[in-house]
């Protein structure tokens, strides 16, 4: 009898471990002086492509991470201050196989609400509109630069959004509105550990609050399960329309990311100094940690924007190796394409 009990405490062990490791990633939005948004990003071993968009004035930097031929949204922000990381949430509810009028599938939203600048227009939009689950359970947090965020899960029948209070708003991988009015200190479930690191960082430092504490909050976050290892730490400015990554937790590496010239440059740890213009289908996370593709890719887009007749041939060779062809196509209307049924962390 006691062998069985034994047995019965090591599988609990190992069921508890593997869930552990299989949610994760961490954002938050924190309105002090400095307003700032943050994500890490954690996922198995896998590439990220940073894409840009700009059409009619609306300009918007976005994370993809691959999986298999496809590249399914995390997170993105634009130039008019909105944040939007998307993140697997548990528990959730089943799938649901199709749409009534007033309904759209979770992982639609940011098709829908990239173009708003107030978390307000986002509230009015699903006040008539219910979200519905998808194949994969995910969540996601809204923010603007004017002090609001939401986050935004599906509910038995209704919406469940939870606004910020207290200046700050986080979001890991537990149904976040199953504790809506508890403190952050009684949370449980899928990330709650990282949820309370993250909220007890912020709040011990909202007065000075800065990019230095803001990294503070991503590192005391990270994963290093290889299983759900952290890929790439970020913070977003919306006052500047700048975003400062790391790849693969290596902090003292930072680049930054310009939302009104969809620029990607070196910003601190760098050797030397770079500058890339994002191709038109991104620009892949192993090309930037590699330095002799990080020259191939700046020349590559001075050669696109001054090409001569007898570099056209390396040019083309040189964008098959370091860019993927894209696999969402952008309309007019929709900026990212559909991503119902796509897997999100």
């Known amino acids: 009898m006691k062998k069985v009990f034994y047995c019965l405490i090591l599988i609990l062990i190992m069921v508890f471990s593997l869930y552990s490791s299989a ?50 949204m995390f997170v993105a922000v634009t130039n008019k201050g909105l944040f939007i990381p998307t993140q697997i949430q548990y528990p959730s509810l089943p799938a649901q196989k199709s749409l009534n009028s007033n309904e759209i599938y979770i992982g639609d939203l940011p098709s829908k609400v990239l173009s708003f600048d107030h978390i307000f227009q986002v509230r009015d939009m699903l006040a008539s509109n219910r979200l519905a689950p998808t194949t994969y359970p995910i969540h996601m947090m809204l923010a603007d630069k004017y002090g609001d965020a939401v986050i935004c899960e599906v509910g038995k029948g209704k919406n469940e959004l939870v606004d910020i209070k207290d200046k700050f708003l986080v979001m890991t991988n537990f149904k976040v509105s199953d504790f809506r009015d508890k403190p952050y200190t009684d949370v449980f479930g899928g990330g709650a550990d990282r949820y309370k690191t993250a909220c007890e ?8 609050f800065n990019i230095d504490t803001g990294w503070d909050v991503l590192k005391k976050t990270v994963q290093t399960n290889p299983s759900c290892e952290t890929l790439m730490s970020s913070l977003f400015d919306p006052k500047e329309n700048v975003v400062y990554f790391s790849l693969r937790r290596d902090f003292s590496k930072v680049w930054k990311v310009s939302i009104d010239n969809g620029t990607i440059e070196t910003y601190k740890g760098f050797d030397k100094s770079y500058v890339i213009k994002i191709p038109e289908n991104g620009i892949l996370s192993t090309v930037l940690m590699d330095e002799k593709l990080i020259q191939q890719a700046q020349e590559l887009v001075k050669d696109i924007e001054n090409p001569s007749k007898d570099k056209l041939l390396i040019v083309m060779g040189v964008t098959c190796f370091l860019v993927l ?21």
């Open 23 to 72: 949610f994760a990633c961490t954002s938050f939005a924190e309105y002090s002086d400095k307003i700032l948004y943050g994500m890490n990003f954690d996922y198995p071993d896998t590439p990220i492509r940073l894409n840009f968009f700009n059409q009619n004035g609306l300009k918007i930097f976005y994370g993809q991470f691959q999986e298999g031929e496809l590249y399914p």
């Open 201 to 208: 960082t912020i709040e011990k430092n909202l007065e000075g």
């Open 325 to 345: 062809p894209s696999v969402f196509l952008i309309r007019k209307k929709s900026v990212i394409t559909k991503n119902k049924g796509r897997r999100f962390k």
